[in-house]
């Protein structure tokens, strides 16, 4: 998926350890959305805790180079629109 993503091969253990670290936290902040759905009292910090991560990638990449590369662009466009959600939905709380 990186090199899909990033036209590049990771090559070594420190590029591997990054690319399942991303992996990881995008698993855990999504199981944590969901797992809010069903828990009100964690729904708002979670909420809060994907659009920082959201805004955080969509951050890296249109201010670095990497928004020259097409598919980064439009996973950045598409976390741009969920933080877009997410900020509507702390808006109506």
């Not at 959305?33 to 920082?52: G, T």
């Amino acid at each position: 998926m990186v090199r899909h993503t990033f036209r590049e091969a990771l090559s070594g253990p420190v590029s591997m350890a990054l690319a399942r670290h991303w992996g990881l936290l995008l698993f855990c902040v999504g199981a944590l959305l969901v797992y809010s759905a069903f828990h009100v009292p964690l729904r708002e910090p979670a909420v809060v805790l994907a659009l920082v991560e959201k805004a955080g990638f969509v951050a890296c990449v249109f201010g670095t180079s990497l928004r020259q590369r097409p598919m980064a662009s439009i996973m950045a466009a598409g976390d741009a629109v969920m933080v877009l959600v997410y900020v509507l939905y702390l808006v109506r709380l």
